[in-house]
T-cell receptor, first 111, second 115 residues
Framework: GENVEQHPSTLSVQEGDSAVIKCTYS??????FPWYKQELGKRPQLIID?????GEKKDQRIAVTLNKTAKHFSLHITETQPEDSAVYFCAASNTGNQFYFGTGTSLTVIP | DADVTQTPRNRITKTGKRIMLECSQT?????MYWYRQDPGLGLRLIYYSFDVKDINKGEISDGYSVSRQAQAKFSLSLESAIPNQTALYFC??????????????FGSGTRLTVV
């Protein structure tokens, strides 16, 4: 299978600062890495993803980087805002059958 | 967003009771999944299905069963509920493209409490 580890489990930042969440994976065959944001009481929603043939992807204030050699990928949120407060999950897919999720990072942006 | 609909949204049931959670989707996706979410444990896969005649166990299938009644419907049953099945349950759908699984669309979740 695949094992995905995510750190930190909780993260607090001041509004306007950057936040970084890191994940590692075990299976070098994994080729797709989505990130999900889950606001309190709501469903996880896909916010950005990256495929193994790309090293970095940006979408406005969020970006994801992938290091295939080290088998880790990271979510970067710049200029954080209170509405960024949520739980963030990373995931990896190796066989194409399912995703393996990290245990989540609870991000709090302090106004 | 009514693409993936789960019913019920909340349910309290007694130990030993049988309960069914239902999921329907209008995404046209072939792949459907059931996950449970527990604090600190993330999302863990219970069962998944790629079409009506295809059912696969996930990492925590014991105590659960599923039925894929149609491409758009995938139900999860707890034959005899126990308190440690108290959790938030999510249905998810996906399709496959560009040589990889595409990101999930999740349902709104079912909060199940077993007393």
């Amino acid at each position: 299978g695949e094992n995905v580890e995510q750190h930190p489990s909780t993260l607090s930042v001041q509004e306007g600062d950057s936040a970084v969440i890191k994940c590692t994976y075990s299976d070098s065959a994994s080729n797709y890495f989505p990130w999900y944001k889950q606001e309190l009481g709501k469903r996880p929603q896909l916010i950005i993803d990256i495929r193994s043939n790309v090293g970095e992807k940006k979408d406005q204030r969020i970006a994801v980087t992938l290091n295939k050699t080290a088998k880790h990928f990271s979510l970067h949120i710049t200029e954080t805002q209170p509405e960024d407060s949520a739980v963030y999950f990373c995931a990896a897919s190796n066989t194409g059958n399912q995703f393996y999720f990290g245990t989540g990072t609870s991000l709090t942006v302090i106004p | 967003d009514a693409d993936v609909t789960q019913t019920p949204r909340n349910r309290i049931t007694k130990t030993g009771k049988r309960i069914m959670l239902e999921c329907s989707q209008t995404k046209g996706h072939d792949r459907m999944y059931w996950y449970r979410q527990d604090p600190g444990l993330g999302l863990r896969l219970i069962y998944y299905s790629f079409d009506v005649k295809d059912i696969n166990k996930g990492e925590i299938s014991d105590g659960y069963s599923v039925s894929r009644q149609a491409q758009a419907k995938f139900s999860l049953s707890l034959e005899s509920a126990i308190p440690n099945q108290t959790a938030l349950y999510f249905c998810a759908t996906s399709d496959y493209g560009q040589g990889a699984l595409n990101g999930y669309t999740f349902g709104s979740g079912t909060r199940l409490t077993v007393v």
